[in-house]
């Protein structure tokens, strides 16, 4: 089974920008990996997505401000996240989905936006 394990979380300020991380055990070329947060009292939810062919897709909030990318070599995951805002504060996860099945979840990151 794959491992992922997330990283590049911490503290910013409104208006700063962040990198998360998410670096896989295992190989997964074949799976389509999104990241997702939950807020404290929030369902978990997805981000961003990126297929094995590169296409794209994110939630609306952060559309302009977050973009997802792959690198196939390094088995790696990245989340560029800019003009963060407190609504923005939640553990991020990433995962990978294969049809129907999905990798096991890491620990995630913390990503906090206050002044």
């Known amino acids: 089974q794959v491992q992922l394990v997330e990283s590049g979380g911490g503290l910013v300020q409104p208006g700063g920008s962040l990198r998360l991380s998410c670096a896989a055990s295992g190989n997964i070329f074949l799976y389509t990996m999104g990241w997702y947060r939950q807020a404290p009292g929030k369902q978990r939810e997805l981000v961003a997505a990126v297929s094995p062919t590169g296409f794209t897709n994110y939630l609306d909030s952060v559309k302009g401000r977050f973009t997802i990318s792959r690198d196939y070599a390094k088995k790696m995951v990245y989340l560029q996240m800019n003009s963060l805002t407190p609504e923005d504060t939640a553990v991020y996860y990433c995962?990978?989905?294969?049809?129907?099945?999905?990798?096991?979840w890491g620990q995630g990151t913390q990503v906090t936006v206050s002044s």
């Open positions: 995962n990978g989905a294969l049809g129907a099945t999905m990798l096991a």
